[in-house]
């Protein structure tokens, strides 16, 4: 029983460790690395879960998706500008390679539609 708390923590910290890599890099996906997170903590302590609970990381980005709400046009804008700079970026240094450009072409028209048409908009409480 110990050894399976163990490794749902430290699954969970390495989950933890790229949803929160994923916050900066729009190529790592963040809300399921931190999900991950979530279930494993939950799995080994509630002291864990707790602490994860109450961290800005899940507040910011995990909370409000949890509880089934979705995600705030503010949210939703600035996720989008800054995967559009990023991968703009890496477009522009792709320009010799083309299969390069395609891949990340398609991964950037996945993200704004998902972010459009996937995540649900709600507004905050004032």
């Given at each position: 029983m110990k050894l399976k708390k163990t490794i749902y923590v430290v699954l969970g910290?390495?989950?933890?460790?790229?949803?929160?890599?994923g916050t900066v890099l729009p190529?790592?996906?963040?809300?399921?690395?931190?999900?991950l997170s979530a279930f494993c903590f939950s799995r080994s302590s509630e002291k864990l879960d707790n602490?994860?609970?109450s961290t800005n990381l899940y507040k910011n980005n995990?909370?409000?998706?949890?509880?089934g709400q979705g995600m705030t046009k503010k949210a939703k804008i600035k996720i989008l500008t800054t995967v559009t700079l990023l991968m703009g970026f890496g477009f522009y240094m792709m320009k010799n390679t083309p299969v390069g450009r395609t891949v990340l072409?398609?991964?950037?028209?996945l993200h704004v539609l998902y972010f459009l048409f996937g995540v649900k908009n709600y507004e905050e409480a004032e």
């Open positions: 910290c390495i989950s933890l460790g790229l949803g929160a890599i190529i790592l996906p963040t809300v399921p690395f931190l999900l602490w994860f609970k995990l909370e409000s998706y949890v509880k072409a398609i991964v950037w028209v």
